[in-house]
């Protein structure tokens, strides 16, 4: 047991609202932000830059660092995830397998397409 971690996921306002508690219990060792579920439960989905989703993340990065836990998101850039390593996060989880897989077999298409078209 004294390499398992665990993880609060914040993905939900209540979430957010009791974050300073949820954080300071024994035995959480970090938290991650679900930013989707996140922006759905603030009435905001999908908008990651709008000031209430802002705010809120504010908020879990400020009890995270109040009480020295880990935080973490998963993001879909580089940049994206730079830009939150800046802001607070501690840790970054970079896309998804079925993401990346979409993602190259896309541009390996784009790239035939456009080869058969010259």
């Not at 024994?26 to 000031?51: A, C, K, M, R, Y």
């Amino acid at each position: 047991n004294e390499r398992v971690v665990y993880f609060v996921k914040v993905e939900t306002a209540r979430g957010v609202e009791a974050v300073e508690d949820i954080v300071a219990v024994d035995g959480v060792d970090g938290l991650w932000i679900g930013h989707g579920d996140l922006s759905v439960s603030l009435g905001h989905p999908g908008e990651f830059d709008h000031p209430d989703f802002v705010a809120a993340c504010d908020r879990v990065i400020a009890a995270c660092q109040a009480n020295a836990k880990p935080l973490g998101r998963l993001v879909d850039t580089v940049e994206e995830g730079l830009a939150l390593c800046r802001a607070g996060f501690t840790f970054i989880g970079y896309s998804a397998d079925a993401w990346i897989l979409r993602d190259g077999l896309g541009r390996a298409i784009a790239d035939m397409r456009r080869g058969l078209n010259r």
